[in-house]
Each structure stands twice: as structure tokens, then as C-alpha cells.
């Protein structure tokens, strides 16, 4: 009986959960909204490409690159995902991101290619093309650093197969180990790959020996062992793949060619400055997630003064990244209730995407302008920018949350026609997309504009459909509303039959 009373979750809701903890790293949460999101939709791309992402995090590369590529199954194009209300780099970003991490850099190289090519201006499509390169020289040297001659010099191919055999290490030779048996390693090599978390490692095997402390268990009733083995384990994880990423006779190497190329090191390489300015979008959207706007906006301004001070030779998406700054930044205003503030940062972004000719950057601005205009109740203002989007919009859900939108603008103006026919245009969109919730949104707008318009009759059986979808949906505070709406709309009926 009490499964029975738990209420039934829908794909979407399950998406948006999922998102959400993966993006506050919550791995395994996320892991199972996503499990039961597929078992709801079976197949769906967008859930597959958020899971491989799961795996990918959780360290289980094998089931990421298989969802990775079952996302690619229909559409072997598909480099842009939505992942809840976020839109994040599809299945071919998924991939390419799958074999980099299990060290197949030939291979990730290409499908980064290939995402950059359909989705130029997805920054991570570029930052992996240049992470690729660098591992590759890394392992095989620059070309200009490699010289064949004709008496049949090798260097090159053996140092290419050295680097293959350090990538395609076979779980087989693993399998022989015992517990008590471990792969040793020059101490030199360990600190070189570790670096700063050599130290780490040393303090956790030291740990070890303290029996009593081993024996010991945390509040939740996990072993202080288990804890401080998996660390141990996490860091001889990264230094195997450190250790394919940068073997250590590329270091070596490297040190002896950096005197030679100060003074180009002397700016920040393209790939460091788009690993810092990924972590930090991650960060600012973390902050706004977890109800912390004031700190969310503080850090997009500062990375956005960062990013104006690069020039796009450092930082070649660098527009499309100024554009989406100010997006963030007046998304945080909004949150802490700064709406003028907010409407300027909206309006600079729009601007600015107009000046650099950034069509998605525009629908975003136009979609958070609305928002703005329609939280401080200035609907007209709010439905021009809206009306402004739709022909740049792209898919079913989107259509269904604009049309709900407008039409709910017209509604509070007391123009009920168009309500109407708004909200109609929403329930199509929605039926079209399969998404119940928004089903029952678009329904009420709809009832609610016929009510205004004194179409009782048609409003009684739109708001019974309503009821029937919120009662599947599990929604009681709908259903209430619903019933009360109901029993005025039937009231009133009856007085304009008795006229």
C-alpha cells in the first residue's frame, strides 16, 4: 500500500532532478534519475548523453562510451543536448570525451573534430581538439621535434608504439595481481605524475599502519579503511592516467625545451584558458543552483573581466563567451530580486550577440528579457520580446513553454482571444512533444481564457480533461484548484442558461 501512494515521477521532472545533481556532482543521485528516466523513455538521446556523463564522472568509462554512442544510434550528428532546462554538447561530445579519458586520443581527436565542425561555437568542442593535441605531442613528440632519415631511422614509430602499448594496458596482466601484490613504481615517477598530491598519497599509506584508527568506523558506519583505501586507489587511478596523458619521457623532454620557447609561454596556453574558464561557468551555474546568486554574479563578473583582457587567439570562442557572461550575470540579478540590473545585463548580452552575429546567444537574451518584463508585470513589453523569439525557436518544448508564456501575458491583460490561442498553440507543442505536465499547464491557460470569454460549456470540458491529467500526474494542489474552478465555471453556466 505505501508503494502504491508514492507519486508516480514523469520523464521530465526526472530529467531536471538528474541535471541538477549532476551538475552539484552528486554522481550516483543523478545516476538513478537518469536509470528511471530511461526506463519512462527507452532510448531517449538526451537521457543517454547525461548518463555517459554520469559514468564518465563515476569512472566507468566502458557504460559512458556505450551510452555515448546508443545517443548516436539515430543521429550520428547529435553534438547538442537538453539535459533538463540546461543545454549541454550531445552524443559526439560525449564520445569523444569517453576516449579521451580511457586514453584513445587518436580516436577522441576525431569526434571532437567532427562536433566542432557541426557546433563551432560549443566551446568544449575546441578545448578537446586542443587537449587531444597536446596529449598526442606529448606522447609522440612535435613534429617539428621528429626527424626521419632515409637510412631507416625509427625513433619516431617506436616512440608512437611505446605510447600505444601505455595506452592499451590489458586488464589480463592486471588479473594476476593479488591483494597483497602491487605494480611497482619508482617513487621519482609517483611524485612527477602526483605532483602536489604525492604528498596525499604518502600521508594515506601512512595512515595504514595506525591499526586502531583502521578498525575504527565513521558516523554513517563506513570503515575509516575503506575510506582512505579508495583514496588510495583514486590516486593510483589518475597517475595510470596521467601517466598516458604525459608519460614521464615527455616531461623530461619538455623541461629541455622550455627554455627554448619562453617567451611564448610567457601568455596562457588556448587549452589552460579554456579549462579555467569551463571549471568557472561550472562554478557560477553551482552557486545559482544552490541559492547563492550574490556569489554566483560576483564570479561572472569576474571572469568576464578576465575574458574581455584575451584576445581570441587565447580564448577563440571569446564572443560567444562575453554573450553568455552577461546571460549569467543578470540570471543572478534576477534571483536577488536586482531587476533593473538585470534587464540591463540581459539587453547588453542581446546586444551583443546582435553585434557578433550569435543567433542562439539573441534567443536566450530575447527568452530572459521576456522573463524580466514579466515578473515586474510589464506584460505588453514582455510579450513583444517573446513574439520576437519564435521563429528562433527550436524544438516542441521550448515551443510549449513560449506559447504558455504569451498567452499567460494576454491573460493578465484581459485579452482572452489571444490567450486562448496561445495557449492552444502550447497544448499542440506539448502533445507533440509527449509531455504531460505541460499538457496540464497549456489545459488550465486555456480553460481559463474560455472562462473569460464566457465559453462555459467548452471551459467545463477542458478543465474535466485538465483534472484527469493532473490526476495523473499525481498533482493534489492542481487537482483542488481544478475542482473549485469547476464548480464556479458550472455555476455560471447555469445562470446563462437560465437567462
Known sequence: MAAEALPVRTFPSLMTEGSLLLRRGEYGKALVCFNNALKLREGDRDCLAARSRCYLHLGDTHNSLQDAEASLQDDKTFSKAMSGKWEEPGGLYQKAEALYTMGDFEFALVFYHRGYRLRPELHKFRLGIEKCQEAIINCIGAPSSVKLENKGNLCFVSKQAECKQKVQIKLAKNQKWTKN???????????????????????????????????????????????????????????????????????VRERKLRQQRWTRDKKQKPVEVGRYVEKALEDIDMLLSSDSPEESCKKAKRVLRK?????????????????????????????????????????????????????????????????????????????????????????????????????????????????????????????????????????????????????????????????????????????????????????????????
Request: charged fraction near 30%; glycine fraction near 4%.
Open 181 to 251: 601484490q602491487k605494480p611497482v613504481r619508482n617513487p621519482k615517477t609517483e611524485r612527477e605524475l602526483l605532483g602536489e598530491l604525492y604528498a596525499d598519497k604518502a600521508y594515506l599509506e601512512k595512515l595504514l599502519n595506525d591499526k586502531d584508527l583502521m578498525e575504527s568506523s565513521t558516523q554513517q558506519g563506513v570503515k575509516v579503511k575503506d575510506l582512505v583505501l579508495g583514496g588510495i586507489s583514486y590516486l593510483e587511478t589518475r597517475s595510470e592516467f596521467w601517466q598516458q596523458q604525459k608519460p614521464i619521457y615527455a616531461r
Open 307 to 499: 575574458v574581455q583582457g584575451w584576445s581570441e587567439d587565447e580564448l577563440p570562442n571569446r564572443n560567444e563567451l562575453i554573450a553568455d557572461l552577461y546571460s549569467r550575470i543578470g540570471k543572478a540579478q534576477l534571483e536577488m530580486g536586482q531587476m533593473e540590473a538585470a534587464l540591463q545585463s540581459h539587453q547588453m548580452d542581446l546586444e551583443f550577440a546582435r553585434q557578433h552575429d550569435l543567433p542562439d546567444a539573441v534567443s536566450r537574451a530575447l527568452d530572459n528579457i521576456g522573463r524580466v518584463y514579466a515578473s515586474t508585470r510589464r506584460f505588453q513589453p514582455a510579450i513583444d520580446t517573446w513574439e520576437k523569439k519564435i521563429p528562433m525557436v527550436k524544438s516542441n518544448l521550448e515551443k510549449t513553454w513560449l506559447f504558455h508564456e504569451i498567452g499567460r501575458c494576454y491573460l493578465e491583460l484581459d485579452k482572452a482571444k489571444a490567450a486562448q490561442t496561445y495557449g492552444q498553440q502550447s497544448l499542440q507543442a506539448a502533445d507533440e512533444e509527449g509531455d504531460a505536465e505541460w499538457q496540464l499547464h497549456a489545459m488550465i491557460l486555456v480553460a481559463q481564457a474560455q472562462v473569460r470569454l464566457k465559453d462555459y460549456r467548452p471551459a467545463i470540458l477542458t478543465f474535466e480533461k485538465a483534472l484527469d491529467k493532473a490526476t495523473l500526474l499525481h498533482e493534489e494542489a492542481a487537482q483542488k484548484a481544478i475542482v473549485t474552478a469547476l464548480d464556479e465555471v458550472s455555476k455560471s453556466f447555469m445562470e446563462q442558461l437560465s437567462e
